[in-house]
């Protein structure tokens, strides 16, 4: 679900009144007041239950004394504080997104899908839009919300986000701080810069010759030849040299006016030359196309033999590094320039994963259904992302301190029924309180710096959001297939297959998977969003 956001808090306001008519019990004329007065339009809810069901991704089981995920000690906190009674229907997680979303299909044709259903991304709601099971949003926001209404105007950005072509809002989601890549940008080993005597490297050029020193100059000092300069994990490995040259696979670019997809333009072919180039000088395993599971490139890694980590790291395997070499001292490596200037890390806020959590069209009370996303929003979340205050933590200058790491391992497990929340974790609260493990507390400080390197770069990304097609996400799914395979051949061929013959290809298989007519989409789309 991954780690985000700043602690902000919003105060819930809900009054609800009711006009009548009234009667001073003295006659009054067909102009007095109490003729002309109106009877209140009564809503058609109110006479309604406040019951809704929410979905639930169920993970691992939970100790048998902590009950069930659909009844335990915080289904219940919700119930006895919410103003909306619950009942949470777990859906198991395994497998993935396809076996999950199949799961809340055959539960809506069923008519037994929860009133509230969610999961990640714009794809899958914009499924259920056409398929006509979810309904619009706008009617119950602009009714009956107070906490979400003031939050979509505090993050005016999140509206485009879950608006879809008709002009209508279909999802209630939150503001997500994409932490700079904390954890994918690229970092690397201060120390072995400072034992050859090299500087931080600023452009391509100078990145390529630091990579050959970690190589040839034997920087881990054990007399052997057996470092690489970059270790990837993931498949990352190449991404960090295409957002480079701003042609990144599956983002987009305007390019003279048009909408351009990212390694069909002409400059893809200065991020092939560049990766067949570290690949020709041995700064890379040779041995990487094979290593599927990447095991042989986070051995690398942990045991100290890379002097770059490239990709998708968890933080937890960067950490096994500091633990295996305690000398290690990685770094946040500035994004380097080359002739196209420089891109940086970080992606936009309005991000392919964030939580959209959509209301059933079946759904018997919208209006209860408002009452509790604000309720969640204005109040719930920090309790069921961390225990009750006394309890579970207590602050000590503002920061929440947990009171007994082993009793809330067990107790504080509600987090995943915020499904909304106005949380965003500071960067800054990794290294505060200090750990009590000097080596994890190094760890952290460095993410923080992290943090502060990523952030200092634009990101070129010129579609944050784009149309959702089928046919032109097929296209694209199709030539990113071939994708593949032209650029692995391109990278270990030699001169037998080069970057410039690849581009050839390369436009071939875009056109041939129907690239012209993925354009015209995405220039439809850009006049929209122009106009």
Same mark, same amino acid.
């Given at each position: 679900?991954?780690?985000?956001?700043?602690?902000?808090?919003?105060?819930?306001?809900?009054?609800?009144?009711?006009?009548?008519?009234?009667?001073?019990?003295?006659?009054?004329?067909?102009?007095?007041?109490?003729?002309?007065?109106?009877?209140?339009?009564?809503?058609?809810?109110?006479?309604?239950?406040?019951?809704?069901?929410?979905?639930?991704?169920?993970?691992?089981?939970?100790?048998?004394?902590?009950?069930?995920?659909?009844?335990?000690?915080?289904?219940?906190?919700?119930?006895?504080?919410?103003?909306?009674?619950?009942?949470?229907?777990?859906?198991?997680?395994?497998?993935?997104?396809?076996?999950?979303?199949?799961?809340?299909?055959?539960?809506?044709?069923?008519?037994?899908?929860?009133?509230?259903?969610?999961?990640?991304?714009?794809?899958?709601?914009?499924?259920?839009?056409?398929?006509?099971?979810?309904?619009?949003?706008?009617?119950?926001?602009?009714?009956?919300?107070?906490?979400?209404?003031?939050?979509?105007?505090?993050?005016?950005?999140?509206?485009?986000?879950?608006?879809?072509?008709?002009?209508?809002?279909?999802?209630?989601?939150?503001?997500?701080?994409?932490?700079?890549?904390?954890?994918?940008?690229?970092?690397?080993?201060?120390?072995?810069?400072?034992?050859?005597?090299?500087?931080?490297?600023?452009?391509?050029?100078?990145?390529?010759?630091?990579?050959q020193a970690f190589v040839e100059q034997?920087?881990?000092?054990?007399?052997?030849k057996d470092t690489v300069a970059f270790?990837?994990?993931?498949?990352?490995?190449?991404?960090?040299?295409?957002?480079?040259?701003?042609?990144?696979?599956?983002?987009?670019?305007?390019?003279?006016?048009?909408?351009?997809?990212?390694?069909?333009?002409?400059?893809?072919?200065?991020?092939?030359?560049?990766?067949?180039?570290?690949?020709?000088?041995?700064?890379?395993?040779?041995?990487?196309?094979?290593?599927?599971?990447?095991?042989?490139?986070?051995?690398?890694?942990?045991?100290?033999?890379?002097?770059?980590?490239?990709?998708?790291?968890?933080?937890?395997?960067?950490?096994?590094?500091?633990?295996?070499?305690?000398?290690?001292?990685?770094?946040?490596?500035?994004?380097?320039?080359?002739?196209?200037?420089?891109?940086?890390?970080?992606?936009?806020?309005?991000?392919?994963?964030?939580?959209? &959590?959509?209301?059933?069209?079946?759904? /018997? *009370? $919208?209006?209860?259904?408002?009452?509790?996303?604000?309720? %969640? @929003?204005?109040? +719930?979340?920090?309790?069921?992302?961390?225990?009750?205050?006394?309890?579970?933590?207590?602050?000590?200058?503002?920061?929440?301190?947990?009171?007994?790491?082993?009793?809330?391992?067990?107790?504080?497990?509600?987090?995943?029924?915020?499904?909304?929340?106005?949380?965003?974790?500071? &960067?800054?609260?990794?290294?505060?309180? /200090? *750990? $009590?493990?000097?080596?994890?507390?190094?760890?952290?400080? %460095? @993410?923080?710096? +992290?943090?502060?390197?990523?952030?200092?770069?634009?990101?070129?990304?010129?579609?944050?959001?784009?149309?959702?097609?089928?046919?032109?996400?097929?296209?694209?799914?199709?030539?990113?297939?071939?994708?593949?395979?032209?650029?692995?051949?391109?990278?270990?061929?030699?001169?037998?297959?080069?970057?410039?013959?690849?581009?050839?290809?390369?436009?071939?298989?875009?056109?041939?998977?129907?690239?012209?007519?993925?354009?015209?989409?995405?220039?439809?789309?850009?006049?929209?969003?122009k106009k």
């Open positions: 679900m991954r780690k985000r956001n700043i602690p902000l808090f919003i105060a819930l306001i809900m009054t609800v009144s009711a006009a009548a008519g009234c009667s001073s019990g003295k006659g009054t004329d067909s102009a007095g007041s109490a003729a002309s007065a109106k009877p209140a339009v009564e809503d058609k809810y109110d006479k309604l239950p406040k019951e809704i069901t929410i979905q639930y991704y169920e993970n691992t089981p939970l100790p048998s004394e902590e009950g069930t995920w659909a009844d335990n000690r915080w289904t219940k906190w919700i119930n006895e504080n919410s103003p909306v009674k619950v009942k949470w229907v777990p859906i198991p997680q395994a497998g993935g997104q396809a076996v999950r979303t199949q799961k809340i299909n055959t539960m809506l044709a069923a008519g037994e899908a929860p009133d509230l259903i969610w999961d990640w991304g714009r794809e899958y709601p914009a499924s259920l839009i056409k398929q006509g099971a979810i309904q619009p949003v706008d009617e119950f926001v602009e009714k009956y919300s107070t906490a979400y209404k003031n939050y979509l105007a505090k993050y005016p950005g999140l509206k485009a986000g879950v608006t879809y072509d008709d002009g209508k809002m279909y999802n209630f989601t939150v503001n997500r701080q994409y932490n700079p890549s904390l954890d994918t940008g690229v970092y690397i080993r201060q120390d072995w810069l400072n034992k050859l005597n090299l500087k931080m490297p600023t452009t391509l050029d100078e990145l390529i010759a630091v990579g034997d920087p881990d000092g054990n007399g052997k270790a990837f994990d993931g498949t990352r490995q190449f991404t960090y040299f295409e957002h480079m040259f701003q042609a990144g696979q599956s983002y987009w670019y305007v390019e003279d006016g048009k909408p351009r997809y990212g390694p069909t333009l002409d400059r893809y072919k200065d991020s092939l030359e560049t990766f067949k180039k570290i690949y020709d000088l041995g700064l890379v395993d040779k041995e990487f196309p094979t290593d599927k599971n990447f095991d042989r490139e986070t051995q690398l890694l942990t045991s100290g033999k890379a002097g770059m980590a490239i990709g998708h790291w968890t933080w937890g395997k960067l950490l096994d590094l500091k633990k295996t070499v305690p000398t290690a001292e990685m770094v946040p490596l500035p994004m380097v320039s080359n002739k196209y200037g420089k891109n940086g890390y970080v992606r936009t806020p309005l991000d392919s994963t964030d939580i959209m &959590v959509m209301l059933n069209k079946q759904a /018997k *009370n $919208p209006k209860a259904a408002m009452e509790f996303i604000d309720w %969640m @929003l204005a109040k +719930g979340w920090e309790t069921m992302m961390f225990g009750i205050e006394g309890v579970h933590y207590k602050k000590e200058n503002g920061v929440r301190v947990v009171i007994d790491q082993q009793k809330n391992a067990k107790e504080v497990y509600g987090s995943g029924y915020a499904i909304v929340k106005d949380y965003q974790t500071s &960067v800054e609260e990794l290294a505060k309180p /200090k *750990n $009590p493990d000097p080596v994890v507390q190094a760890f952290n400080e %460095m @993410l923080v710096g +992290g943090n502060k390197v990523f952030m200092k770069e634009a990101f070129r990304n010129d579609f944050p959001i784009g149309p959702l097609d089928d046919d032109k996400d097929k296209t694209v799914a199709a030539f990113n297939a071939e994708l593949a395979q032209i650029r692995l051949k391109a990278i270990i061929s030699g001169d037998k297959y080069t970057p410039a013959m690849a581009m050839e290809d390369i436009k071939k298989k875009w056109a041939e998977a129907g690239g012209e007519k993925a354009e015209k989409v995405m220039a439809d789309f850009l006049a929209k969003q």
